[in-house]
């Protein structure tokens, strides 16, 4: 199988392995392993932040990180098409007491600073429940790995602070971002209060998650870990790992940048599917398929494409709305493109679109 699902199905790569065999541990509880200690400050002074905290999962990532900026009755603005609005079980409203205010996303994964400035509350008014957070996302998932500028991130992160807002940027996909845009990533996320990124995507590491800021919020982070569930006592072997993909992963990603231009193209070479191969910026390719009547396929449909495309061998999501995401990651080669082209434009003539 040629799995395009998620960058989340990547391999420890042998040197992590090996790493993880070899770590040096000790109880994080007590901030006493130094493999997490070192993986948490090569973080921190890699994205231009004070601190950095070691967590198992992007979702916890993001909710510690907004449970540690906003209290409870406090709003957070957040994009409509965001993950933390999305996927994450609206955890800061549920678990912070944090009603979400939804903003619209363009289809580039940018926000409306107008709807954002007209939708934040100073808490003057009783009816409405104070501003304390802004949400923003880079790359951006459901948008198919589009990336903000920094012209972008720094006119948001202006906004909000001009009105006493703190910046939460999930960040996930954070490295891809900054080598689409050229640019170091600490320059990227200079603006933003805190960042969470994940290991576990396109670097490759089997698990976890960092979220870096600066010292007094990484102390309110890690009591909010705590309070999560999410301390954790012998972690080096897994921070082994995140040693080893920001040393070495890194600047890989921009293999996969070009392996998903390469299977954009070729899925633009067929009339049944609609792709805007001009938005691929990242890893990721969206796009939908049109049924024999040339009109957009619907959920059903979409699932027996995605069904029949299994059969040939290659592994996709659906999202919704009739859209499907393909993700290249580590393990993804130029040859894996062409059999994974082969395979759609088979699914294609055995359906007869």
């Known amino acids: ?46 994205l231009g932040k004070e601190a950095a905290i070691y967590v198992p999962s992007g979702t916890m990532g993001n909710a510690i990180s907004i449970l540690a900026h906003a209290g409870r009755g406090e709003a957070v603005i957040v994009g ?59 790359t951006h998932n459901r948008c198919g790995g589009s990336v903000l500028s920094l012209e972008q991130v720094e006119q948001l992160t202006t906004l909000a602070h001009s009105h006493g807002l ?22 990227l996320v200079r ?50 790992a995140g040693i080893v993909a920001l040393e070495q992963m890194v600047d890989r990603l921009e293999e996969d940048h070009e392996t998903s231009k390469q299977l954009a193209l070729g899925l633009a070479d067929h009339p049944q599917i609609d792709i805007n191969v001009d938005q691929v910026k990242t890893n990721m390719v969206m796009f939908s398929v049109r049924n024999s009547k040339h009109e957009p396929m619907g959920e059903k449909e979409t699932m027996q494409f995605l069904s029949k495309v299994r059969e040939h061998g290659v592994l996709m999501g659906h999202i919704g709305q009739g859209k499907i995401r393909a993700v290249t990651h580590h393990g993804i080669n130029d040859n894996d493109i062409t059999t994974a082209l082969i395979g759609i434009r088979r699914a294609l003539i055995e359906l007869h679109m």
């Open 1 to 46: 199988m040629i799995d395009l699902r998620s960058d989340t199905v990547t391999l420890p790569t042998p040197a992590m392995r090996e790493a993880m065999y070899h770590a040096e541990v000790g109880d994080d509880v007590y901030h006493e392993d130094p493999t997490i200690n070192r993986l948490q400050e090569m973080a921190a002074e890699r």
């Open 80 to 138: 409509n098409q965001s993950h933390i609005y999305h996927y994450e079980e609206g955890g800061a409203s549920t678990l912070g007491g944090s009603p979400m205010v939804v903003v619209q996303t363009d289809q580039n994964g940018m926000l409306d600073p107008s709807e954002i400035q007209a939708n934040i509350s100073d808490g003057s008014d009783e009816h409405s429940a104070p501003s304390a957070l802004l949400c923003i996302e880079n």
């Open 166 to 187: 703190m910046v939460h940027m999930d960040g996930a996909r954070v490295f891809n971002a900054a080598i689409a845009l050229g640019i170091p990533v600490n320059t």
């Open 191 to 240: 603006t933003a209060d805190s960042i969470m990124f994940c290991l576990s995507k396109g670097l490759s590491a089997p698990v976890g998650s960092m979220v870096v800021g600066s010292r007094d919020f990484i102390q309110r982070a890690q009591r909010m870990r705590k309070l999560l569930g999410g301390g954790m006592r012998q972690a080096g072997v897994l921070a082994a």
